[in-house]
């Protein structure tokens, strides 16, 4: 079923498929040459609502930014712990992703933008509940980390979109079929 509002992956990865080392950095990519922003900009206004798991939730809150990075989104973060208190820039969420999925769908708005991480992600691309794959490749085999994908029971078939280059970042670009 097509919907005006979206299901996008937007991550960057090692070429290797590792998302963070096992010590959650992703360093790797500071140190990767950018082209500005490699569109981030852009695709950051096509969405008004993120998805995170409790991981990169905790990630990005030690980063110790001076605001929280996606304040004016609508922000939900999923963990299994029902004692998670929400605060004014996050809602925490438990159960089927599917459901919240097919809710914010059911609204209008933009485009909903899975942050991540791996384990997220998973109950997205196992439900094939994602529209499009933005894919972006940095010039490093890490060797070990934390992965983009995991195991799944069936092949989920993409349909290639465009491919970007931004300086040393490959950006592959992919839609449900
Ligand atoms: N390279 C990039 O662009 C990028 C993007 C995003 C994240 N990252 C990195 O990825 C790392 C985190 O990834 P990760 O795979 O370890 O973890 P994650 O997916 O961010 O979070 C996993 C946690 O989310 C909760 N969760 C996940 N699915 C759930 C569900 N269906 N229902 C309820 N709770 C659910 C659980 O939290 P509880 O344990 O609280 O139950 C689980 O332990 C961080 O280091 C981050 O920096 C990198």
């Known amino acids: 079923m097509k919907h005006n509002r979206k299901v996008i992956v937007y991550i960057a990865t090692s070429l290797d498929g590792y998302i963070a080392t096992k ?42 930014l001076e605001e929280f990075p996606y304040k004016g989104m609508t922000c939900y973060v999923y963990t299994s712990s029902d004692t998670a208190v929400n605060n004014e820039d996050v809602t ?15 609204q209008p708005g933009k485009n909903i933008w ?45 349909q290639l979109e465009q491919v970007k280059k931004y300086a040393q970042f490959a950006e592959l670009h992919f839609l449900k079929k």
């Open 114 to 158: 899975i942050v991540g991480g791996g384990e997220l992600l998973h109950h997205y691309i196992k439900e094939n509940l994602v529209d499009e794959y933005i894919i972006t490749i940095a010039p490093i085999i890490l060797g070990s980390g934390i992965p983009l994908f995991k195991e799944l029971q069936s092949n989920i078939h993409l």
């Open 23 to 64: 010590e959650e950095s992703v360093h790797w990519l500071d140190e990767t040459e950018a082209a500005g922003d490699n569109g981030f900009a852009a695709f950051y206004e096509t969405i008004d609502t993120v998805i995170m798991g409790k991981n990169t939730y905790d990630w990005v809150v030690n980063q110790e």
């Open 92 to 106: 925490f969420v438990q159960g089927e992703v599917s459901e919240l999925i097919q809710q914010l769908q059911r």
